[in-house]
Structures are given as structure tokens and as C-alpha cells.
């Protein structure tokens, strides 16, 4: 089913007529039409933070998704995904290439230059990559601008398009575990949790999201913060594969504590800051007998 709007641009009277056709899909393969275009890049689009009109019927998009964790609080700001939040993040590349060549080199580059080069340097960089949902890969801001700066332009036989089931350039990649001293806990009992960075590409920072009424005591070299309403411990040592990591956590105290609390997902970034944090565990559900009980 579709609907069709009459545009009153003339006042004309016409008779139309609508001809269906019909195709069988084949198997692994995109949906029709096919074309010989393709995406160039492609940039984050997952829940990003936008102007938003505190009217908008948007603003409950995070609730729909059941994700209200997500909504900004601010008025006039909101989530959303799609391909509309990630195209600008590329339109903003694509900006800082023209601005890093014309002030190394006093002109722009040509759009076709522009283009060549954010898909040379982008990364074939996830399993479900492919030339059709993603082009040449996953945009690298960075090392563009860089060969913008030197005047390395790319050519089109350095653009490499994404293929579906193979990573030709890796991106950081984690994988962790997590112990503590158990599932139960008596009101302001202490937990020692130890995080292990089993495997990492590269140096990372760490960090575990924690409960809200439970305190941080002690541990490896840490700072205790909240973003975007999830409360976090994060150590400020860096972490190479096979390092364990532990901080001490105190149990709420009082009958009105009594309940079942969650940790984690732990989550690993590379430590030079080039990249966003990851899950490297699972939660875990610690339960808390307050002193009443």
C-alpha cells in the first residue's frame, strides 16, 4: 500500500495511470533498483546529538526505541539515527580536507579530489561491510586531513571498496573479563572487582560503568565521573593485553538499599584517544541485603 498527493501547483484536469512491476529477489543480495551508484564513505549515525525542537515528535524517539537513557535533557537537543545524523559527520570531513589543503597550499582541491581521497583513506574496518551499505569503508577524519596537509591527494585506484565478510585494515579491537568477590553482599560489605584486558590491538584506557549508590574505595589509579546519565570508573593507567586492573566498591547501606544492582559493561578505548569506547564484557548483577533485612 502507498499514497499518492496531488500537488495544486495549476488548476489542470489529467487522467494518470500507475503500471506495477514485479521482481523476484535474489538471495544476498541489496534490494532493487540496481545502479551503478554506491555510497561514498560512511561516518557514526547512531543515536547523535542534534538541534531539536522541544515540540518535535522526535524528541520521544529514544523512548520509542527503548532507549530514554539515550534523550538529552536539554532543551532544544535530541538523539536520533539514520543516515541524516551521519552525513553531516562526512559533509564535516570533507570540510576539514578543503581547509587543511587550501591553508597549506593556498587553493582548494577540486570535489573529485575531495572525494578520492576520504574514500582511499577509509577503513574496510567491520564484517558487515560491504560497497553497497558502506562504500569504501568507515571515514578516517585524521588521516585524511593529514594527507591533505602534505598534498597527497589520492587517485582512484587507491579506493578499495568495502567487501562483505572481510577486514583489509583492522580497527582497535578488545576483548575482557571480569571477577569479584561474589553475587550477594551485606550492607557496606566491600567488593574488589579485577578487569582483565585478555586482548587488545593496542594500548587502551579502561573503564566499568557502576551503580549509582554504590562507593568507589579504593584500587588501581582511577577517577570516578558521570556522562550522559551513566556513572563510570575509569583508570587513568593505561592497560596493555593481559594487564588486570581492580578498584574496591562498597555496598549501599540501610533496609531501603536491600536490591538487586547492575555492573558494566566494561568498556576499552585506545589510549591515545583515536577512537571511542567499546564493550569488552558483559553486566553483572550483584544483589544487596541491606542492614533491616
Same mark, same amino acid.
Not at 533498483?33 to 524517539?61: F, K
Not at 569503508?137 to 588521516?143: C, H, L, Q, R, V
Not at 547492575?262 to 568498556?267: Q, T
Given at each position: 500500500?502507498?499514497?499518492?498527493?496531488?500537488?495544486? &501547483?495549476?488548476?489542470?484536469?489529467?487522467?494518470?495511470?500507475?503500471?506495477?512491476?514485479?521482481?523476484?529477489?535474489?538471495?544476498?543480495?541489496?534490494?532493487?533498483?540496481?545502479?551503478?551508484?554506491?555510497?561514498?564513505?560512511? @561516518?557514526?549515525?547512531?543515536?547523535?546529538?542534534?538541534?531539536?525542537?522541544?515540540?518535535?515528535?522526535?524528541? @520521544? &524517539? %529514544?523512548?520509542?526505541?527503548?532507549?530514554?537513557?539515550?534523550?538529552?535533557?536539554?532543551?532544544?537537543?535530541?538523539?536520533?539515527? =539514520?543516515?541524516?545524523?551521519?552525513?553531516?559527520?562526512?559533509? =564535516?570531513?570533507?570540510?576539514?580536507?578543503?581547509?587543511?589543503?587550501?591553508? /597549506?597550499?593556498? !587553493?582548494?582541491?577540486? %570535489?573529485?579530489?575531495?572525494?578520492?581521497?576520504?574514500?582511499? @583513506?577509509?577503513?574496510?574496518?567491520?564484517?558487515?561491510?560491504?560497497?553497497? /551499505?558502506?562504500?569504501?569503508?568507515?571515514?578516517?577524519?585524521?588521516?585524511?586531513?593529514?594527507?591533505? !596537509?602534505?598534498?597527497?591527494?589520492?587517485?582512484?585506484?587507491?579506493?578499495?571498496?568495502?567487501?562483505?565478510?572481510?577486514?583489509?585494515?583492522?580497527?582497535?579491537?578488545?576483548? =575482557?573479563?571480569?571477577?569479584?568477590?561474589?553475587?550477594?553482599?551485606?550492607?557496606?560489605?566491600? /567488593?574488589?572487582?579485577?578487569?582483565?584486558?585478555?586482548?587488545?590491538?593496542?594500548?587502551?584506557?579502561?573503564?566499568?560503568?557502576?551503580?549509582?549508590?554504590?562507593?568507589?574505595?579504593?584500587?588501581?589509579?582511577?577517577?570516578? &565521573?558521570?556522562?550522559?546519565?551513566?556513572? &563510570?570508573?575509569?583508570?587513568?593507567?593505561?592497560?596493555?593485553?593481559?594487564?588486570?586492573?581492580?578498584?574496591?566498591?562498597?555496598?549501599?547501606?540501610?533496609?531501603?538499599?536491600?536490591?538487586?544492582?547492575?555492573?558494566?559493561?566494561?568498556?576499552?578505548?585506545?589510549?591515545?584517544?583515536?577512537?571511542?569506547?567499546?564493550?569488552?564484557?558483559?553486566?553483572?548483577?550483584?544483589?544487596?541485603?541491606?542492614?533491616?533485612?
Amino acid at each position: 500500500m502507498y499514497f499518492l498527493e496531488v500537488r495544486p &501547483y495549476a488548476n489542470v484536469t489529467a487522467t494518470y495511470t500507475a503500471e506495477l512491476t514485479a521482481r523476484k529477489e535474489l538471495a544476498n543480495q541489496p534490494s532493487g533498483p540496481y545502479g551503478i551508484y554506491r555510497p561514498s564513505a560512511g @561516518t557514526p549515525g547512531d543515536y547523535v546529538m542534534s538541534t531539536l525542537s522541544e515540540n518535535d515528535a522526535y524528541q @520521544t &524517539y %529514544p523512548t520509542i526505541t527503548e532507549h530514554p537513557e539515550k534523550q538529552g535533557t536539554e532543551v532544544w537537543y535530541g538523539r536520533l539515527s =539514520g543516515t541524516s545524523m551521519a552525513s553531516p559527520v562526512l559533509c =564535516g570531513i570533507s570540510t576539514l580536507v578543503y581547509d587543511a589543503y587550501y591553508q /597549506n597550499h593556498g !587553493e582548494f582541491p577540486d %570535489p573529485i579530489d575531495v572525494v578520492k581521497l576520504v574514500e582511499a @583513506t577509509a577503513n574496510d574496518a567491520r564484517t558487515s561491510h560491504n560497497a553497497w /551499505n558502506i562504500g569504501s569503508g568507515f571515514a578516517d577524519a585524521t588521516t585524511a586531513v593529514k594527507r591533505a !596537509e602534505s598534498g597527497d591527494l589520492a587517485t582512484f585506484d587507491e579506493t578499495s571498496l568495502a567487501v562483505d565478510g572481510e577486514v583489509t585494515e583492522p580497527v582497535f579491537h578488545a576483548q =575482557g573479563t571480569r571477577a569479584d568477590d561474589g553475587s550477594t553482599f551485606t550492607a557496606g560489605q566491600t /567488593n574488589q572487582v579485577d578487569i582483565t584486558l585478555d586482548e587488545a590491538t593496542e594500548i587502551a584506557t579502561v573503564r566499568d560503568e557502576i551503580p549509582w549508590d554504590w562507593q568507589v574505595v579504593g584500587g588501581d589509579d582511577h577517577v570516578v &565521573y558521570t556522562d550522559d546519565g551513566h556513572r &563510570y570508573v575509569e583508570f587513568t593507567m593505561d592497560a596493555n593485553e593481559g594487564d588486570t586492573l581492580s578498584y574496591f566498591i562498597e555496598a549501599p547501606s540501610g533496609a531501603g538499599a536491600t536490591g538487586q544492582y547492575e555492573f558494566g559493561s566494561v568498556e576499552a578505548a585506545p589510549a591515545d584517544g583515536a577512537g571511542a569506547f567499546i564493550t569488552i564484557t558483559g553486566t553483572e548483577t550483584n544483589t544487596v541485603v541491606g542492614e533491616s533485612s
